[in-house]
Structure formats: C-alpha cells, structure tokens
C-alpha cells in the first residue's frame, strides 16, 4: 500500500429511477463484485420513481472499479446512477471529536424539521446524520407521527443543558418524547 493510502475509502452510490423489483437488490451486488461492503441504506418509493442509497466501504482499486463502472450499472438498472467516492472524514476545528446522538418522536405536524434544525443550528452543531420518518399510530383515533433520529457533531462550548432544555420543550411543543436522549454515539464520523 502507498505512503498516505487508506486500507479502506467510503462512498456513497445513489440510483434514481423507475422502481422495478430487484432495484435495490442489484445495487448491493454491484458493491459486493467490486469488493464493497454496505454501511447502511436505504431504499424509497415517490409514485412511480424509487430512490436507493447505499453508503459504501472498500478498498481503494474496489471504489475505483465502482466509479469506473457506474455507465453499466446506469444501463442494468434503468436509473439515473450518482457515486461519489469520500475522503477520509476530518474533524472541523472548534468542533469534539465524539458523535453525539438523540432520537425523539412527536405528533406529525408541519414545521417539526424546521424547528429541529433551527434548534441544531442555534448551538452550532454539525449535522452528521438525520432520518425521519412518518407512520400512523394505530387505535381507536390513529394519528400521524414522526420519529427524528439525529447525529451530531458539537462546538467545544456546547451547552449541552440549554440545548436538552430548548429540545424538550420542542419535543413538548409537538406532543411528543425523548425516545434517546442526547449522547455520545459510537460509530464512524459520517457513517451511523
């Protein structure tokens, strides 16, 4: 291996299509012939399109064989194809070098994510991940509700007893609860 090469470089491969079964079948054994290994995915359907995600771990030659290839995982599929090759993650000045975590859920109104991220934004944390998610709450009156999972990087002076304080009263505000509160989260930064 080359002064300065990573045993192992994360990407991130998209397809944007028509859905089709075996869609996002066909992607993951697109990365296992190249030698990857899938981190996390996800697949989603909009009317007629379906979107699939795959984030990525590989030996160099194996994300270059995917970057390569993507032309004829581009015609197999029918799909639009994005794969972008990372660079190793980096730590931002200013910022702790620990993930932090929470995951709450709430009653589905609009406005929740806009308030989550202008909370996020206010003490300065860096989103690493966010996925939400609606369901309907079965029983005698079902409801809409919405699970947030977010994935932080904090400031070195991060309040964090502020910052829990503010996100209570917007979990309240929504009707809902602290699932996880915030914590240090293990894992790879970027990937979770």
């Known amino acids: 291996m080359a002064e300065g090469q990573a045993e192992h ?3 991130a491969l998209w397809l944007i299509g028509p859905d089709m079964p075996g869609l ?6 697109y990365v296992f012939d190249r030698g990857g290994n899938i981190d996390k995915d996800i697949a989603d359907k909009f009317g007629e399109k379906a ?3 795959l984030s990525i ?14 032309e004829q995982l581009k015609k197999e599929s029918g799909c639009g ?12 000045g200013g910022y702790q070098p620990d993930l932090h975590g929470f995951d709450i859920v709430t009653n589905d109104k609009p406005g929740i994510i806009a308030d989550l991220t202008e909370l996020l934004a206010k003490f300065g944390t860096l989103i690493v991940g966010h996925a939400g998610e609606r369901y309907i709450e079965p029983g005698p009156q079902p ?20 910052f829990v304080r503010e996100l209570d009263a917007l979990v309240k505000k929504y009707k809902g609860t602290m699932k996880t509160p915030l914590q240090k989260v293990p894992g790879l930064l970027w990937w979770w």
């Open 51 to 53: 979107v699939v995600f």
């Open 24 to 29: 996002l079948r066909m992607g993951a054994k």
């Open 57 to 70: 771990t590989a030996k160099p030659d194996g994300i270059r064989r995917m970057d390569l290839d993507k």
């Open 143 to 162: 409801r809409a509700r919405g699970g947030q999972k977010c994935i932080l990087m904090l400031p070195h002076d991060f309040d964090h007893f502020e």
């Open 81 to 92: 194809v994005v794969f972008q090759p990372m660079n190793s993650p980096t730590i931002p």
């Open 9 to 11: 470089q994360h990407a």
